[in-house]
């Protein structure tokens, strides 16, 4: 009798998750087990595809590394043999850059609008592409209708997408799946060794539809994802006190 109960109860959440827009993944082979922590904060325990996630960035570093991060997702968890659509109102991009988290250049198709105008333009036809795989852009001044609008168009074309957010207001809201806060945190280069350590940053999953929030400490390193054990994250603050 409880399992039954419990089979009612499991058909009733998934029912309730389809008509909110999300449904349980067909494809898992894209999943990182290296992040199942993070990945049991969302439903299905799965990272939502062709949804919209918001990055909220107040400073110009916030910007960078938040750009960073989502590369290594668009690695992790698209295949990367798809196009990128990149939108910008300014090239902050360096594109051979984005091979430390192997995206070749070749295949992301950066936009720099000349308006606010053509950059809304230019962001709805690309959500609408079935033949595009993500979709980044940079945009001012979000709001719960204009994400709504994405997020409805993401639906149909299966198009999963990052919005940097700049500058929101605090109250603002959206109807994104997700929203994250991504901040930088000190590389740990091995004693006598030269140059510059492997990205590592504070992440913040701040919202999440149907899902939790969480914070994590991650470092990319060897192609992927790895969430920083208690002792990694000692190191890094004691190195950051050291320097």
Known sequence: M???????????????????????PMDTSRQNQHLDLLQSHFPYGSFPLGAVHEFVTDKP???AVSCGFISG?????LQTDGIIVWISRRQNIFPPALQTFN???????FIHPSSEKDTWWCIEEALGCKSVSAVVMEIKEVNFTNSRRFQLAV???????????IKPAPTQNTACVSRWK????PSVLEDGMPGVGHPRW???LQKARNGKS???EMEWLNGRFHPLEKQEIMLSKDHRKAG
């Open 73 to 77: 997702l668009i690695t992790t968890f």
């Open 202 to 204: 504070k992440v913040e």
């Open 61 to 63: 570093e916030d910007l």
């Open 182 to 185: 991504i901040s930088s945190l």
């Open 103 to 109: 995206i070749t250049a070749h295949k992301v198709i």
């Open 2 to 24: 409880l399992q039954h109960t419990s089979d009612i109860i499991a058909s009733l959440q998934k029912e309730i998750l389809s008509l909110g827009g999300i449904k349980s």
């Open 214 to 216: 969480g914070v994590w």
């Open 155 to 165: 639906e149909k074309s299966k198009v999963t997408a990052f919005i940097l957010n």
